[in-house]
């Protein structure tokens, strides 16, 4: 019997309209720089429609897998988004573009491995706070037993997360704090659902801001771009570390309500980089408030529709996916517009589904489709539910008695 797909039509359609809307900012966002050598079309643009049109095959491809499947697949996929990270580190296939390593070099295209690592990243912890069994405080006399009676097996607890903080320390050199930062707010939030105690976690947030710290005075520039970030507008700094963030506060303050109207904004002439992480001024110049608010409502949508999901599942792995592909689409893209309205300093953060890149499209249609393949399997528990009592008792007598439906969706998350 195959096995049908469940399609949520908020999810997908708000999804499918951002991808579109995403290839008309590219293209509008590039085309004075195409114009400028001599093309109709940016390559930005072309090249969007091409991992457009992949990553929508992805996700499909994704959704035809069982949720079952993607769960035994999780440690393999965490073994290989670390193997693509230590790739980008080899001289010859490694890539380095304005001072970061963070691209594999395949000569007709560049993959960027610590975008499909965020995925990896979820699923990953999906699988291991689902299996993990909730801890029993056993008791000792002297600190010699509380050694190999709690800290021992504590320790133990704990290795399985070693993966997931080797990815972010190896993002972090690439370097790329801005997203390894998204996979640590992503770990947090799967915890936090699914059920560490408040004491391992605040353990691990403050190892995790002295690591945090040392990351940002390891490199003077990042301390430097923190500091100086409210004095952006001064003389000494908007023609330097200010500019960018300056340009696209102008940009988007200018658009007012409803914007200047299609192709008539002059961010794209003067950011650096207008297709990417501050492709969102050139939408707010030019459609103003307005358009800025249809971007939000989208991110918002797939955001919201995913964590509401998330609370009507039954299966812990469910939940946990959900949530955390939930988070890492809303977290990235209100860190991005902060970004571009300088609430924040420019990190380095693309906006999902709008900027350009095909590596971070590829990985978010892929995580739908992910998403869709959990729908699909709770429509089957569903159906399975809607069986009549009678027609479940005349199946039980042939082979084995089945074991009650609830007991392998009872599973417990918590860590204690």
């Known amino acids: 019997m195959t096995r049908s797909l469940k399609f949520d039509p908020f999810l997908i359609g708000a999804a499918l309209i951002a991808t579109v809307l995403g290839l008309i900012a590219i293209w509008d966002a590039g085309y004075a720089r195409a114009a400028v050598n001599g093309t109709l079309l940016p390559r930005e643009f072309w090249m969007q429609g091409i991992f457009s049109v992949l990553s929508v095959g992805l996700g499909l491809a994704c959704a035809k897998i069982t949720v079952q499947k993607w769960e035994k697949l999780a440690s393999w996929l965490m073994g290989l988004g670390l193997f693509g990270l230590l790739l980008v580190e080899l001289p010859v296939i490694g890539k380095e573009i304005g001072g970061a390593r963070r691209w594999i070099d395949l000569k007709v295209m560049t993959i960027q491995p610590s975008e499909f690592v965020k995925l990896a990243a979820i699923i990953y912890l999906a699988a291991i706070l689902t299996r993990h069994k909730p801890w029993e405080k056993p008791k000792f006399k002297n600190n010699r037993q509380w050694v190999g009676k709690v800290l021992i097996p504590?320790?133990?607890?704990?290795?399985p997360f070693l993966p997931v903080l080797l990815s972010i320390a190896l993002i972090e050199h690439e370097p790329d704090l801005a997203t390894a930062m998204v996979v640590v707010v992503v770990m947090y939030a799967m915890m936090f659902v699914g059920g560490v105690s408040w004491k391992s976690m605040a353990l691990m947030s403050l190892i995790g801001a002295a690591f945090a710290g040392y990351m940002i005075m390891d490199k003077p520039y990042r301390i430097e771009r923190i500091l100086n970030h409210s004095s952006r507008w001064s003389e000494?700094?908007?023609?330097?570390?200010?500019?960018?963030?300056?340009?696209?506060?102008?940009?988007?303050?200018?658009?007012?309500?409803?914007?200047?109207?299609?192709?008539?904004?002059?961010?794209?002439?003067?950011?650096?980089?207008?297709?990417?992480?501050?492709?969102?001024?050139?939408?707010?110049?030019?459609?103003?408030?307005?358009?800025?608010?249809?971007?939000?409502?989208?991110?918002?949508?797939?955001?919201?529709?995913?964590?509401?999901?998330?609370?009507?599942?039954?299966?812990?792995?469910?939940?946990?996916?959900?949530?955390?592909?939930?988070?890492?689409?809303?977290?990235?893209?209100?860190?991005?517009?902060?970004?571009?309205?300088?609430?924040?300093?420019?990190?380095?953060?693309?906006?999902?589904?709008?900027?350009?890149?095909?590596?971070?499209?590829?990985?978010?249609?892929?995580?739908?489709?992910?998403?869709?393949?959990?729908?699909?399997?709770?429509?089957?528990l569903d159906e399975d539910d809607s069986e009549p009592p009678v027609a479940k008792k005349k199946k039980r007598k042939f082979g084995v008695p089945k074991k009650n439906p609830t007991q392998h969706r009872s599973r417990s998350v918590t860590l204690r």
């Not at 504590?154 to 290795?159: N, P, T, V």
């Not at 890492?328 to 709008?354: C, E």
Request: proline share 3%; hydrophobic share 50%; aromatic share 6%.
């Open 154 to 159: 504590k320790i133990g607890r704990a290795l």
């Open 236 to 380: 000494r700094n908007i023609e330097d570390i200010g500019y960018q963030t300056t340009q696209s506060e102008m940009a988007m303050a200018s658009g007012g309500m409803i914007g200047h109207g299609l192709g008539e904004g002059r961010a794209k002439h003067t950011l650096p980089a207008p297709t990417t992480d501050f492709i969102i001024a050139t939408v707010a110049e030019e459609f103003g408030l307005v358009g800025s608010l249809v971007i939000l409502a989208l991110m918002g949508t797939i955001a919201l529709r995913l964590a509401l999901l998330s609370f009507s599942r039954r299966e812990s792995f469910d939940r946990l996916l959900l949530l955390g592909v939930a988070v890492w689409i809303g977290v990235q893209s209100a860190t991005n517009i902060m970004m571009a309205n300088g609430t924040l300093p420019p990190i380095g953060l693309p906006l999902a589904f709008f900027s350009y890149g095909g590596s971070s499209l590829l990985a978010i249609w892929a995580a739908i489709g992910i998403c869709t393949s959990v729908l699909s399997r709770q429509e089957s």
